[in-house]
């Protein structure tokens, strides 16, 4: 099974970055963790994405604030699926980061979940990937049976 590659724009996202990390780990797929800046480190960015392929990278989680290009560089710079993950910055409450990710040009496609969404980055990075593996398919049905039981327990809750 491909890896996912899970960058951040700085070590100031790792909060989110764990977040995706814990779904990979949940459903057993194997992935990248870096720090690589869109700005600061551009040559960085084109050399991790010159050997993505190469290095069995089969999706990019993105995940930047502020002025957040990292996700549209690096979908620039391939034809793999790139997740963008936009943060939640001191400045307009992450609404910068939204518009960054999400507002892409014509052939740059970012998909692209809610500000601090993680979680939910993990788990589109493995539905992509259980387009070509059973086994995974089989463990997101499971953990989607699981969310079923968690609002059935709430509602028990509620009316003991």
Not at 133 to 153: I, S
């Amino acid at each position: 099974m491909k890896k996912v590659s899970v960058i951040m724009g700085s070590i100031s996202d790792k909060k989110i970055g764990d977040d995706v990390v814990a779904i990979l780990e949940k459903f057993g797929i194997e992935y990248d963790l870096q720090v690589i800046s869109a700005h600061r480190t551009p040559y960085k960015a084109v050399k991790y994405m010159e050997e993505a392929e190469n290095n069995n990278i089969g999706i990019i989680v993105a995940i930047a604030g502020k002025a957040a290009h990292l996700g549209g560089v690096l979908a620039g710079l391939t034809t793999l699926p790139v997740i963008g993950v936009p943060v939640k910055s001191s400045t307009m409450d992450g609404l910068d980061s939204l518009l960054s990710v999400v507002q892409m040009p014509t052939g740059v496609p970012v998909a692209t979940v809610a500000i601090n969404a993680g979680t939910n980055a993990g788990i589109l990075a493995a539905q992509i990937l259980s387009l070509s593996n059973e086994e995974l398919k089989t463990k997101l049905v499971d953990y989607k049976k699981e969310l079923v039981k968690d609002v059935e327990d709430m509602n028990m809750e509620l009316n003991n």
